[in-house]
């Protein structure tokens, strides 16, 4: 007796051990904590754009077409006299809030149906990945355009069309996990104590087999965010005036703003480019950290 209620005593402290040892082994990886650091300031720059921007950012001059950096416009003008520094906050809006806001649904998808197939397996199994492996088998950006095309574009629809075709990755990979965590002597003595499906799954499933989708989540984000821009670069994301980081490349694809101005593309690019490799460093991080060995 005593003995249980020692082992009851000490579990409840595991998890913030477990925790902490994960963000050491986090903190060890300095480019996981630069990326990490780098996110946080291009979060808190997008929620606070409307208070940073110094120009309308669809507000056109065409007396300051293409002008260099300056102390009155900071990185410049584009094509139509717009500021590029304003342009560019706002469209980190627009690339974040896909990029996060995707993703996270994707992964709610992923871990409901990924936890049904493989907790349940069987002929739910086999029909749910059927399912899963149908949906994968269509040729996904192709189907984007084709989507989008239909249908208006706007911030909502992609992030709709990017949920729709992006989160059977995480069911698959969270099956794997709970295939191999379901049988496990601790889930037996919950099935024996009578504790139900919905509650063994949350409680003592998922907080086991999270870390590699949460992982694969992190990754995906930079996915997303190029995806978004591919769409916008083509015409068919985020339509100007509105900005994001896609369609300001794309009004820069002209030999002569690339000559004249090139901060132009060169700007957007490289935000893309430090986004996307921000999100893969922390992946990279939160790897290592929930890798033990």
Same mark, same amino acid.
């Given at each position: 007796?005593?003995?249980?209620?020692?082992?009851?005593?000490?579990?409840?402290? *595991?998890? %913030?051990?477990?925790?902490?040892?994960?963000?050491g082994r986090f903190k060890r990886n300095?480019?996981?904590?630069?990326?990490? *650091?780098?996110?946080?300031?291009?979060?808190?720059?997008?929620?606070? *754009?409307?208070?940073?921007?110094?120009?309308? %950012?669809?507000?056109?001059?065409?007396?300051?077409?293409?002008?260099?950096?300056?102390?009155?416009?900071?990185?410049?003008?584009? !094509?139509?006299?717009?500021?590029?520094?304003?342009?560019?906050?706002?469209?980190?809006?627009v690339s974040l809030s896909v990029g996060?806001?995707?993703?996270?649904?994707?992964?709610?998808?992923?871990?409901?149906?990924?936890?049904?197939?493989?907790?349940?397996?069987?002929?739910? !199994?086999?029909?749910?990945?059927?399912?899963?492996?149908?949906? &994968? *088998?269509? %040729?996904?950006?192709?189907?984007?355009?084709?989507?989008?095309?239909?249908?208006?574009? /706007?911030?909502?629809?992609?992030?709709?069309?990017?949920?729709?075709?992006?989160?059977?990755?995480? /069911?698959? &990979?969270?099956?794997?996990?709970?295939? /191999?965590?379901?049988?496990?002597?601790?889930? !037996?003595?919950?099935?024996?104590i009578g504790m139900s499906d919905l509650?063994?799954?949350?409680?003592?499933?998922?907080?086991?087999?999270?870390?590699?989708?949460?992982?694969?989540?992190?990754?995906?984000?930079?996915?997303?965010? &190029?995806?978004?821009? /591919?769409?916008?670069?083509?015409?068919?994301?985020?339509?100007?005036?509105?900005?994001?980081?896609?369609?300001?490349?794309?009004?820069?694809?002209?030999?002569?703003?690339?000559?004249?101005?090139?901060?132009? %593309?060169?700007?957007?690019?490289?935000?893309?480019?430090?986004?996307?490799?921000?999100?893969?460093?922390?992946?990279?991080?939160?790897?290592?950290?929930? !890798?033990?060995?």
């Amino acid at each position: 007796m005593n003995t249980a209620v020692s082992n009851t005593m000490t579990k409840p402290a *595991a998890a %913030p051990v477990v925790r902490h040892r994960a963000w050491g082994r986090f903190k060890r990886n300095r480019m996981a904590v630069v990326g990490l *650091a780098l996110m946080i300031v291009l979060i808190l720059l997008a929620l606070f *754009a409307p208070m940073i921007a110094t120009h309308d %950012p669809a507000e056109q001059d065409l007396m300051q077409r293409l002008k260099p950096p300056s102390a009155e416009h900071w990185l410049g003008t584009d !094509d139509l006299g717009r500021d590029l520094f304003s342009r560019i906050l706002y469209g980190s809006r627009v690339s974040l809030s896909v990029g996060i806001f995707s993703v996270l649904f994707n992964v709610v998808i992923g871990v409901v149906v990924g936890s049904i197939a493989g907790y349940y397996g069987g002929r739910t !199994d086999s029909i749910l990945m059927r399912f899963v492996d149908m949906m &994968l *088998a269509f %040729p996904t950006f192709f189907l984007l355009i084709a989507v989008v095309t239909l249908f208006k574009p /706007s911030l909502t629809n992609i992030i709709i069309v990017l949920v729709v075709f992006g989160w059977m990755g995480k /069911s698959r &990979l969270l099956r794997g996990q709970i295939l /191999s965590i379901k049988n496990r002597e601790y889930i !037996d003595a919950a099935r024996t104590i009578g504790m139900s499906d919905l509650r063994i799954i949350f409680v003592h499933i998922l907080p086991n087999a999270l870390a590699p989708v949460i992982v694969s989540a992190t990754l995906q984000m930079g996915t997303m965010i &190029l995806t978004e821009s /591919s769409l916008s670069f083509l015409g068919l994301g985020i339509q100007p005036p509105h900005a994001s980081w896609g369609n300001i490349l794309q009004s820069a694809q002209n030999l002569t703003i690339m000559m004249k101005a090139p901060w132009v %593309p060169i700007l957007p690019g490289f935000m893309i480019f430090l986004t996307i490799m921000c999100f893969n460093f922390i992946g990279d991080g939160l790897r290592n950290a929930f !890798d033990s060995r």
